[in-house]
């Protein structure tokens, strides 16, 4: 087993060019102005129902479908030289609700090619939003606490190698 933070830091090395938020949301969300209190019902209703948490595993596949036609666009603009990501997938249980955190290399775009390409295009493939992060040096401590301790997956592809991980069963020792 690999210690958690020296994988991290290490995958974090190799230096990514984008660190992208992309959102989805099922597209016929009954939800999204609720209160809190019906979200915590819809829970608790989601918790006690197989079909309805079988039907949140296929909203969870939609979305990861999504991410990937997203990605390859990437991959088809900018090439596959040096094409890299690493994505943590973000279970959002309240508001029914997805987050994939990417971090992507071989791809350098500005701040106007976001607005005016890869965000409305994943708005385009997902009806979900995006947002671009910041890559520093609190990058590595975000994913961190994602995988550590809101127990979300993740998932590499160097180009060669394609790796989802999880934390429990991959890492040993502190995040």
Known sequence: MTNFREF???ELSVGFDQFVTLRYFHRYHPFE?????????????????IELQAARMRRFGEGMDR??????????????????????????RF??????????????WDKAAFKEHWKPLWHTLSGGTAF??????????FIRHLVFN??????????????????????????
């Open 95 to 108: 508001h029914q609700s997805f987050s994939y955190h990417i971090l992507v290399r071989g791809c350098e």
């Open 67 to 92: 991410v990937d036609e997203w990605l390859a666009e990437i991959k088809k603009a900018y090439g596959e030289d040096g094409f890299r990501y690493l994505k943590i997938m973000e279970i959002d």
């Open 33 to 49: 102005d609720a209160s809190f209190h019906e979200l915590l019902a819809q829970q608790l209703r989601v918790a006690a129902s």
């Open 132 to 141: 671009e992060r910041k890559i520093d040096e609190r990058t590595g401590g």
């Open 150 to 175: 809101a127990d979300c997956l993740l998932e590499t592809n160097d180009g060669k190698k394609y790796r989802k991980y999880d934390f429990e069963s991959d890492f040993e020792g502190d995040a």
């Open 8 to 10: 991290i830091d290490s």
